[in-house]
Structures are given as C-alpha cells and as structure tokens.
C-alpha cells in the first residue's frame, strides 16, 4: 500500500533523520521474514553472515536453511553483552557478505553504543558489506541507553537494511507486520520474494499500521514506563539470588542472568527452574553456544507475579545450595 509506505518513511524521518524514497521501502509479513529476504537475496551458498552469539534463534535457522555459514562474534558480560567491534573485525574475511546487529537484543537487552555502531559501519564500509540492522525493540528503549541505527551513515542507500515490525513496540504480534528499508536494488528483489511468497500484507492490516505509527503514542509510552519498572524489580530480585547475577538491560524486555554460580548448566537449570519453582525460562544455549552459564527470563508479565516467581525461585535455589 502506497500510503503506508508513505507513512513508514515519514516516521523514519522523525526518528532517524532521514526519508527513504517509496522504493526503498517494503511491507511485509511480519519483520521474521525480512532475515530470510535478506540472507536469501544478499549471500550465496557457502558465504559467511556474521552473526551475533547469543542472537535471536532465527537468524541461526534462516541462515542453516541458505546453506549460509554462519560466523558466530560472542557478546561478552564484561562488554555488557554488547558487540565489540574488535571481535568483529577478528571474523571478517573475503567471503564475509552480511553483518547482522540487533539493538536493543534478544535475548540480553543490549543496546550498543553509538560509538560501537559507527565503529561497526566503518568495518562494513571497509569490507564492502551488507549491514543487516535488526530494530525491532529500537522503541522499547530506557534511560539508562541510547538508541543509534546504523542507518544515519547511508540512509539505507548502500549497505544498512533497516528491518522493523509492529509486534514489539504496538503489542500488534497476532497482525504480522513489518517494514525494511533497504536500498533500491535490495528492496526490490525482496519485494519479488514477498510477491512470489506471500503475495502481499492484507490492506486492512496495512491500515492498522498507519494508525499504530501517526496516532497517539502515549499508550506506547506508558507501556514502556511499565516495561522499565517490571526490569528493575526483575534485575534486583534476580541479584538477591545466591548463584546468580543480572546486568541491568537497556532495552527490549528481556534479562540474560548469569546462573554459573548456581553448579548448573543452563540446561539443567531451567529443568530446574520449571519443575522446583514452577518458572518457565530459556536456556542460553537457546540462542547460541556462548549463552552457556546464562538464561534468559521475559518480564512482560505483572510486577505481582514478578515477584512472586523469583521469590519461589529464590527458595528454590536456596534449597539447592544448602
């Protein structure tokens, strides 16, 4: 729909400073779809997408899928589990045709830098590569964090796709919207997949979007003022727990503890989480093998039964340890 692409770059202007033309912009299925548009018309088989370990699972099963060789950068503790730019210029060779960030992330809710995602886009400058700029949770960002895309240095016209959705920032997941901006060429081979693979998003959905983007944003506000006060009552809950320790995240509305102090895997401790505590969570191992020694717990549930899982967790791993 012509009008909602009209709107999408709009808003882009507003939140990043630039105005991508119609051509640049596709409306698709959702914003999963987009990691298979990209991968699928950027990299041939055998190519290298540089990926972020842990990263959204998605990511790691488009790129299986491709025949893609994933090059896994491990977002380290100590860095806050943001991407070094150094670890990723150690993995960059000849073959390097994709670079895949996620800001704020899943599943640690990291936000890079602004001085890491210019650092980042020098690399990709200087390699001639594709950046794939996952910003999906770019609204659900806290005080303690700055949001930067690295779309500013090109305007999507050379290297960065902008993907993003509705799911996240508008509560719109049973919709299945999503817009990337791409630059022309790119945007046009991924609306010939879309075309071939879906035929298009239902106006009426489109619609929707129009509204979830111009109207009140007030309700999306609020929604993550609540975000932001059920992460510091999960993060010091989670830090009164013998064995374990959690960052404070600056976006998205996840937590990645670290459970290493607990003797268990993090396999074996979400085996433990749910049958001991009745608490459902991942392992990191989920989203990459450098989540080992972490899980990642989702706190879009009341403060109220926040607190009363980890207080059932407490006393479970209390028990435990004893």
């Not at 950027?42 to 025949?67: H, K």
């Not at 999906?136 to 690295?150: D, G, K, Q, T």
């Not at 450098?290 to 899980?295: A, D, L, V």
């Amino acid at each position: 729909m012509y009008e909602f692409r009209e709107v999408v770059a709009s808003v882009t202007q507003k939140s990043r400073g630039f105005t991508p033309t119609i051509e640049q912009v596709v409306i698709t299925p959702g914003a999963n779809i987009i990691i298979y548009y990209a991968i699928c018309c950027l990299v041939n088989s055998g190519d290298e997408v540089v990926v972020p370990d842990p990263g959204f699972p998605t990511y790691y099963s488009v790129i299986n899928f491709c025949g893609v060789k994933p090059v896994r950068v491990p977002l380290r503790e100590i860095n806050g589990f943001r991407m070094n730019p150094q670890n990723l210029r150690d993995v960059m060779t000849g073959h390097t045709r994709l670079i895949i960030l996620n800001s704020p992330q899943n599943p640690t809710g990291a936000v890079l830098t602004p001085e890491e995602i210019f650092e980042i886009y020098q690399i990709a400058e200087e390699y001639d590569v594709y950046i794939y700029s996952d910003e999906v949770y770019s609204r659900m960002l806290f005080e303690n964090a700055i949001f930067c895309s690295p779309s500013v240095y090109d305007s999507c016209k050379h290297r960065t796709i902008l993907a993003n959705g509705f799911s996240k920032a508008f509560a719109m997941t049973g919709w299945r919207l999503g817009a990337v901006i791409a630059p022309t060429d790119v945007a046009e081979k991924m609306a010939l997949l879309l075309e071939t693979t879906s035929s298009c998003v239902s106006p009426f959905v489109q619609r929707a979007g129009i509204e979830a983007a111009v109207g009140d944003q007030e309700r999306t506000r609020a929604m993550v003022r609540e975000y932001r006060e059920r992460r510091d009552i999960i993060v010091e809950e989670l830090n009164k727990i013998p064995g374990v320790s959690c960052l404070m995240p600056g976006g998205a509305f996840y937590v990645f503890s670290n459970i290493t102090g607990t003797g268990l895997s993090s396999e074996e401790f979400s085996e433990f989480a749910l049958e001991e505590a009745g608490v459902a969570l991942l392992p990191g191992t989920n989203f990459g093998r450098y989540g080992e020694g972490f899980i990642r717990l989702c706190y879009a549930n009341s403060q109220s039964n926040i607190r009363r899982e980890m207080a059932r967790l407490k006393k479970a791993v209390k028990k435990l340890l004893c």
